[in-house]
């Protein structure tokens, strides 16, 4: 168990703290600041405040760049 809790690591995305692990909390702390510079990126194009839509609108933009 100590060693799952070593890989964990507390990100903010877009004003909500995440608890994530994984093998590399640096690379899961560049992820999450991904993430949340592109919902800021789409809240500041869009007039809805609703968290989930831009959510939503931030994985479709992240997806079409990796397209």
């Not at 060693?3 to 992820?31: K, T, W």
């Not at 007039?47 to 990796?66: F, G």
Request: net charge negative; hydrophobic share 40%; aromatic share 8%.
């Amino acid at each position: 168990m100590a060693e799952e809790n070593s890989n964990s690591i507390r990100v903010e995305i877009y004003d909500e703290s995440y608890h994530l692990r994984g093998s590399d909390p640096a690379y899961i702390q560049r992820l999450a600041e991904v993430v949340d510079t592109k919902m800021r990126a789409v809240a500041q194009h869009t007039s809805t405040v609703d968290s989930l839509r831009v959510a939503v609108l931030a994985a479709l933009n992240i997806a079409d760049e990796y397209y």
